[in-house]
């Protein structure tokens, strides 16, 4: 029989045959041992993974009787089950995916010997996954890596959505978790309590996201004006000075912050004292609370929009200027029509992009108040969560995991929507493949 | 220029003054304010004075008494810099295979990643617990080099951009002598992209050493903590009791990155930029 049919049939019925009978012996030796391992733990652990996603478990923590007395046996641990049934479908995919690569190669080697060429040994096919296949080499490792700590983990959060985890009735290992299908996704829009606390911190989320990348960068823009204008003096300490709150370190600033503003004994309010004028709750009345992350969060973000924008303006011909002043046109015309339009149009997909990073700003809402001042009306949140905080505080501190996850999922829609919109009018897409 | 218009100019330029110092006061005040809190005697938050009366340096010999903040300092200056060392290398080796090799599936990979960096990486936090959990690697600082490192490739879009302006024709006279992709990545691109290097370096360096929220949920035990979590659990557990420490604390944790970032400005400021233009 000829050998582009016999090897890869041989190959697909044993890892590595093939590649013996195209005389890659050590090739085909490895293939064989890696086929050994694959289908030995395949054998022993696919059955019961699939049986623990599928089921999520069958016994919960319950009492037997051993002899005499009734003892605690332990139960299935659902989520354990997920997330090592999800580990192993994976690595038996990888396994697959191996298979079949093989059953190829025996094929081509084949074809290769059938026109008269030598076959590849060993050390010329290693040689070849050096320079030919290069970028995967590169990039598979780190494609494992990010894998095991971002995909996986990702995957599972998302199943965890369509899942009853959550506390106090469903949290292993006393209990058992079960698929529920978009029952958490309708409860979080239909329950009148959870409704609520949804639309009212989306709202929020969103009204915050506008607000603070406006503020920043509108306050960036207008002190890199003053600051650019001819005349002002000592330029470079002003610029270094206002660089302070970008180069300290966020989470520093914001537990500094947080003293800062504190209603009884911080500073503030003892200045405000001082001239005999109380206080305001800063932290602690929704409104001001509200307010004060508003004004921290610009403290921390007007200078890199500063920075960014200074950076524009010094590259502006100054001919144009000097155009529109022989044009007769005032300071704000100048403004209006060169400045503007200048630092917009190398600007907008960085704001867009700061919209988003504002969208899902946790540490300035959670090391400043936490989502504090408490709602009664809303469920785990207060007036100033955000649903990245809100998400952080269900899960890690109530333990709703699976209204968590519908959060995430919502986030990353919202985002998604956002920053492919944005992705498309960079010149990342259309110049692609233009480059070279 | 008539004599009202340079008045009017004058104006101009007194009241723009006036709000640069205002700005001044207001980006100065809470980074002073915790540098003279530190030196002050006592605990409390409450001063009556804003510069202190008697200047102290108790706080500070405090934080290595009461505190094992030595140690906070070398774990996570450890985790700083390994994890920068891998994720800086690793993300400069992602934007090269993609901006210089067309292979199949590259967009897709590429798309897919993208795609990826949109889920709040909350999300995934408790089942990366789990893992850790189940490998053994809890209260370890490994784990959290590992996770740190892992999502580096997720930045390849910045570097991809940068390495796609360097022309071809630098590397094909390196090729034509023989060199490999390897060599040709080391002699050729790495000399030339200083600024990105820095400004990847930096940013993944900060953002270990300012990481709480993961740190606080891997390590468990007080000599294996970070600075980052240290100083959070500082001012959570009895900020009131406590303040001048926490401030002195403070000041040592900020002054080494603060300098950092003063003196990479400019790299820092092009890095966003040109990452935002990218995508």
């Keep these: ?436 | 220029m008539s004599s009202s218009g340079k008045a009017k100019r004058l104006l101009w330029l007194t009241i723009s003054h006036i709000i640069l110092i205002l700005v001044a006061i207001f980006a100065l005040y809470p980074a002073l304010w915790v540098v003279l809190s530190s030196f002050r005697p006592g605990t409390s938050l409450y001063s009556e004075t804003i510069l202190p009366r008697i200047w102290t340096l108790d706080h500070y010999r405090e934080l290595f008494t009461k505190f094992p903040f030595g140690q906070w300092y070398i774990n996570t200056l450890k985790i700083a810099i390994i994890s920068t060392v891998f994720s800086t290398l690793f993300v400069l080796l992602s934007g090269y295979a993609f901006s210089r090799f067309r292979f199949r599936g590259r967009k897709g990979i590429m798309t897919g990643l993208f795609v990826i960096g949109m889920f709040p990486s909350f999300m995934s936090m408790i089942a990366v617990y789990i893992l850790l959990l189940n490998m053994n690697l809890l209260n370890t600082h490994s784990a959290l080099i590992m996770v740190y490192s892992a999502g580096a490739i997720m930045g390849y879009l910045l570097v991809k951009g940068y390495f796609d302006t360097i022309p071809k024709s630098l590397e094909e006279s390196a090729r034509l002598d023989g060199a490999g992709n390897f060599r040709v990545f080391f002699s050729i691109f790495l000399p030339l992209s200083r600024p990105i290097i820095v400004f990847l370096s930096v940013t993944s360096f900060a953002g270990a050493f300012n990481d709480f929220i993961f740190a606080q949920m891997v390590l468990r035990t007080q000599e294996k903590q970070t600075l980052a979590v240290g100083l959070y659990n500082m001012v959570n557990a009895a900020f009131a009791t406590q303040f001048t420490i926490f401030a002195a604390g403070c000041v040592l944790v900020a002054l080494p990155i603060t300098i950092l970032f003063m003196f990479m400005q400019r790299f820092l400021v092009e890095g966003l930029t040109a990452g935002a233009e990218k995508g």
């Excluded at chain 1, 990010?146 to 106090?168: K, R, V």
């Excluded at chain 1, 912050?257 to 200045?271: A, E």
């Design chain 1, 1 to 436: 029989m000829r050998r582009t049919i016999i090897s890869p049939i041989l190959s697909a019925v044993v890892m590595g045959l093939g590649q013996f009978i195209n005389r890659q012996y050590l090739k085909g030796f490895s293939m064989l041992l890696l086929y050994i391992l694959g289908l030995y733990y395949s054998m022993t652990n696919l059955g019961h993974a699939l049986w623990g996603v599928i089921t999520l478990g069958e016994k919960a923590q319950h009492l037997e009787k051993v002899g005499r007395i009734n003892k605690m046996v332990h139960g299935d641990h659902s989520i354990f089950l997920l997330v090592q049934g999800l580990i192993v479908i994976f690595l038996i995919i990888l396994f697959v995916v191996a298979y079949i690569l093989n059953i190829r190669d025996a094929y081509r080697t084949a074809v290769e010997i059938e026109q008269g060429n030598t076959p590849n040994n060993f050390g010329q096919t290693l040689k070849k996954i050096g320079t030919k296949n290069f970028p995967l080499l590169i990039i598979t490792p780190q494609l494992i890596f990010l894998f095991f700590f971002t995909i996986l983990p990702l995957i599972f959060s998302l199943l965890i959505a369509f899942t009853d985890y959550s506390s106090p009735k469903h949290i292993p290992p006393a209990n058992l978790v079960d698929w529920i299908g978009f029952s958490a996704f309708k409860d979080l829009f239909t329950l009148s309590t959870w409704a609520h606390t949804f639309y009212g911190v989306f709202a929020w989320t969103v009204a915050w996201a506008v607000l603070s990348t406006l503020s920043c960068f509108f306050g960036g823009f207008l002190i890199a004006v003053l600051l650019q204008q001819k005349g002002i003096i000592f330029k470079k300490f002003f610029r270094t000075v206002y660089m302070l709150p970008f180069a300290i370190p966020g989470f520093v600033s914001l537990l500094i912050m947080r003293n800062l503003f504190n209603t009884q004994f911080g500073p503030l309010t003892q200045y405000l004292n001082f001239f005999g004028i109380q206080g305001p709750p800063w932290l602690s009345d929704p409104t001001w609370a509200k307010g004060t992350i508003l004004l921290v969060n610009f403290w921390l973000g007007f200078p890199i929009s500063m920075l960014m924008i200074t950076g524009i303006l010094t590259t502006i011909p100054r001919d144009l200027y000097e155009a529109a002043e022989v044009d007769g046109a005032s300071g704000f015309q100048k403004f209006r029509m060169i400045t503007f339009p200048a630092v917009m149009f190398a600007l907008t997909p960085i704001v867009i992009g700061q919209f988003a990073g504002n969208f899902n700003n946790f540490n300035v809402i959670y090391l400043m108040t936490n989502g504090n001042p408490v709602n009664s009306d809303y469920q785990f949140a207060g007036h100033t969560d955000i649903l990245i905080t809100w998400l952080y505080n269900l899960s890690i501190n109530n333990g709703k995991y699976n209204f968590a996850s519908v959060i995430g999922i919502m986030i990353f829609i919202i985002l998604a929507s956002f920053s492919i919109y944005n992705f498309r009018r960079t010149r990342f897409y259309r110049e692609e493949e233009t480059y070279q």
